[in-house]
């Protein structure tokens, strides 16, 4: 065993760990932070399978921006874990019921021949001049160009959607706008009254002494 | 020397790489952890000048010992543990947000020699590194369970994804100019004197990325995450001593970080602005040295000169002003780059 295969290994390890104490552990705060373990060492495993574009944009995307947000609402959320547990003995049997069926359909698709260990060779690897960003781009770019372009279409549709569903004006909030602001002039907020000075004014001198 | 060398000769090649290895780790290690210390000095110096005031000079010769007075009283001092922190979250904090400020360093080319890994996604790297460093404040305001801390991870998390966008899309119009994802290539692009030079074509998202790179830093006039006027010291309010420490080089490292992607990616890297005589004596790496001490420069500049941003109005020069300005800009470069005048680009 080399060390790259000692490192698939270790991280495949950690990754299995860290996904089975998602859902166990009580505290959301820790499942969350095991969720992100996750995602780290799967990007770990990609990169030992020479996919190290994907394994970067897995930790920039999902590491970076995705948890950080969930961490984000996870930590301010009450979470009532009495309430959350009621039901449990109630839906067990529906839920072992489901998983079940999971087990079997995935038994069932993995045992065929598509998915068998001869189907897969282990790829050559490749000289270290090999670019897996340039390779990606063109599959991309030529082969793929066409569900590439739909999958961008429709992402743009879901922003422009949760956009305009959470976008709503309330009334009552006070808005600033910054260009006004700049281009106020002094006139427009200062006024200068001319006054005549008052004839006479009353001041108390206070001297020296009395001050003591 | 001889038994030395038979020694290594007899150790197997495996452990012979994870030797040199750790050793370039410590190459680099050391004098980045020189330099902020340094930097806080520069720092405190820089700013009382601008204060017309002395600054530091008490320890050693004009204050030079500062920075080292300062490190042995944190690292003498005791960390205090909040009587209902989550403890073990608490301790990991400061360490999650030190590892991927000294873990981005690996893909830094100082020369075009001079680079500890050369992948081939050296730029994306970075990039993924610097956004999960977040985790360190957020993680701290959540296992302090103070109201200060959690104000200021909810603050430094929101300024983070907003101002990550921002620089993202900086970054997508370097690596259309240069063509590559490779830093180092991101460096050689520009080779050939300042005129070519990735801030000149790209001045635009060079203002984006720098200012973008202050606030992901959580440095003045945008540390609205620290704000000792409103939350004290916001995350690392219950933290002291070495564990404060961390935080202190993990935000320093950051900077330096920051000044020298500037430098690598719109500065023309380690290249002398003139490629004749007089320019080209000066040693590549010294050059690359120079550019980021200028550029750490300007963050002191900006802290001495700004007031703090109101927190509003950093959401809206994040999500109003940069994203817009770098999305016409790649727009413009992905134009230009089909027309004649394409070689300004490039």
Known sequence: MDFAQLALYFYGT?????AVAVVTLRNPVRS???LILAFFSAACVWITLEAEFLAIVLVLVYVGAVMVLFLFIVMMLDIN???LREGFTRYLPIGFLVALVMVVEMILVFSTDEFSVEQFPRPDPHLSDYSNVRELGSLLYTTYVLPFELAALILLVAIIAAISLTHRRRSGTLHQNPADQVKVKSSDRLRVVKMAASPQVE?????HEEER | ??????LWAWLPIWLQSVIIDLLLIVAIMVPLILGVAYMTYAERKVIAFMHVRMGPNRVGWRGLLQPIADTLKLIFKEIIFPKNSNSYLFLIAPMLSLGPAFAAWAVIPFTDQLVLTNIDAS???VLALSSVGVYGIIIAGWASNSKYAFISAMRSGAQMISYEIAMGFALVGVLMAAGSLNLKEIALAQEGGIHQWFFLPLFPLFIVYFVSGVAETNRLPFDVAEGESEIVAGFHVEYSGTAFALFFLAEYANMILIAAL?????LGGWMAPFPIIPFTLIPPIAWFLIKVCGVLFFFLWFRASFPRYRYDQIMRLGWKVFIPVTIVWIVVIAVAKLTPLGFIFS
């Open chain 1, 14 to 18: 950690v990754l299995v760990a860290s």
């Open chain 1, 81 to 83: 874990l009495d309430r």
């Open chain 2, 123 to 125: 730029l994306l790297y």
């Open chain 2, 262 to 266: 500037t430098v690598i990616l719109f």
């Open chain 1, 32 to 34: 969350a932070l095991f």
């Open chain 2, 1 to 6: 020397m001889d038994s030395i060398l038979s």
């Open chain 1, 203 to 207: 001041q108390t001198e206070i001297t």
